[in-house]
């Protein structure tokens, strides 16, 4: 079982940034940010696999980036130019690589409690 631990969310105007940290126990091949706002579906927001291959939802390509650290179990989600509609619960996921011709997906077997952001206009 991996343990994941976020940290970094907080209320900001909108056009603001903040920087999301996953701290995890182990990294198996990929982590993802996913994010689910009240009354709406969970979405997945930015994943880094193994490699630091990243791949992003169209909702937050060119405003949020996804990285790990080069030494530390540690990873962020740099959020820029947000929105009210960014407000959600983020949460840090972990899991095993599936790649399938182009197509690559992060398999999640462990969750993190996750940390809210709200974004105000």
């Known amino acids: 079982q991996i343990q994941l631990v976020e940290s970094g969310g907080g209320s900001v105007q909108a056009g603001g940034s903040l920087r999301l940290t996953c701290e995890f126990s182990?990294?198996?091949?990929?982590v993802s940010w996913f994010r689910q706002a009240q009354g709406k579906e969970r979405e997945e927001a930015a994943t880094?696999?193994?490699?630091?291959?990243?791949k992003y939802a169209d909702s937050v390509k060119g405003r949020f980036t996804i990285s790990q650290h080069n030494t530390k179990k540690e990873v962020y989600l740099q959020m820029n130019s947000l929105t009210p509609e960014d407000t959600s619960m983020y949460y840090c996921?972990?899991?095993?690589?599936?790649?399938?011709?182009?197509?690559?997906?992060?398999?999640?077997?462990?969750w993190g409690q996750g940390t809210q952001v709200s974004v105000s206009s």
């Open positions: 996921a972990a899991g095993n690589r599936r790649v399938n011709g182009a197509r690559w997906d992060c398999v999640i077997s462990d």
């Open positions: 182990k990294f198996t091949g990929c």
């Open positions: 880094i696999f193994i490699g630091g291959v990243t």
